[in-house]
């Protein structure tokens, strides 16, 4: 049995006879404030959609075996946009019973998984950890079913948006993919600054998509290879802090990448490329 075939029999199996509940089981460690890099770069990015939205929703997919990181993207969220809604989903019954005493205002918790057991179509799923347990092959199909239950593009508006990614357990180091209803956009790597020697120390938070690609020939390795270049040759600005050799070396990465954000999120530890700049090979 190959492990999509198994992975959707454990969703029958979990179903209970009625509408499919897709994906497995995840670890469901969590821990607060693990998620406040990608939150704050969704507020940043994305927040415009959000408040242009008569009724935005956004998913905190897989959220784990406590909810903190659903209550603090509902938080951060309205800080952008106040009539948010986060529905925290997660595949685990025992989890979102122990959930729901967290519920108030904007917050509600759902069984669920893949499918998002949403009426309508959310602005943000948010999946942080979640494909880490897949194999690689499975990626584009998970992907492909989350962009179709984003919001659609229309006049004014680029639709919904998936982040999908992968950070340590304490959140200082995070690698996430962008994707919208049309498919993936943008790569961003973002860390805490004292915590990294190299860029290239980043790599192993690569979401399941780029991990096992961080190899020679493939562009992801190719575009790590040339961060510590520039970070190497950065290193005069050290003495003014990490972050202003951050902001030095991303600027030298712009000569031969295609980095989308500016200093303002360079500041925040941030760089973002677009996605077929970084796409695997094949």
């Known amino acids: 049995m190959t492990a999509r075939a198994a992975s959707l029999r454990r969703s029958r199996l979990r179903s209970g006879g009625g509408t499919p509940v897709v994906g497995t089981v995840t670890r469901g460690t969590t821990n607060p404030n693990r998620l406040r890099r990608m939150d704050r770069w969704i507020a940043a990015v994305h927040g415009a959609e959000l408040r242009r939205a008569a009724d ?9 075996a406590a909810p903190w990181t659903a209550v603090e993207l509902l938080g951060r969220l309205r800080a952008a946009a106040p009539r948010t809604r986060v529905v ?7 989890r979102v019973a122990a959930a729901r005493p ?10 669920g998984g893949f499918e998002i057991p949403l009426p309508q179509r959310p602005l943000l799923i948010r999946a942080a950890n979640v494909l880490r347990q897949y194999d690689e092959a499975e990626v584009a199909g998970v992907w492909e079913r ?3 239950r984003l919001a659609p593009a229309g006049p004014g508006t680029r639709g919904g948006l998936l982040v999908e990614g992968t950070c340590d357990e304490i959140g200082r180091r995070h690698v996430w993919v962008a994707l919208g209803p049309e498919g993936p956009r943008t790569v961003t790597f973002a860390a805490r600054l004292g915590s990294l020697d190299r860029p290239s120390d980043l790599a192993e938070r690569l979401p399941k998509a780029l991990i096992h690609r961080n190899v020679p020939g493939e562009p ?4 790590l290879r040339d961060f510590d270049r520039a970070w190497a040759a950065a290193a005069p600005y050290a003495s003014y802090g990490a972050r202003q050799r ?6 030298g990465l712009t000569a031969g990448w295609p980095v989308t954000d500016g200093p303002r999120r360079w500041r925040q530890g941030e760089v973002t490329v677009r996605w ?7």
Not at 88 to 94: K, Q, T, Y
Not at 102 to 111: I, V
Not at 220 to 223: C, K
Not at 246 to 251: F, G, S, T, Y
């Open 102 to 111: 967290y519920e108030r205002d904007g917050l509600s918790f759902r069984h």
């Open 220 to 223: 992801v390795h190719a575009f």
């Open 276 to 282: 077929e700049a970084l796409a695997p090979r094949g």
């Open 88 to 94: 925290g989903v997660e595949i685990e019954p025992a």
């Open 56 to 64: 935005p929703v956004a998913v905190d997919l897989g959220y784990g």
């Open 146 to 148: 989350l962009c179709a």
């Open 246 to 251: 951050w902001i030095r070396a991303v600027r």
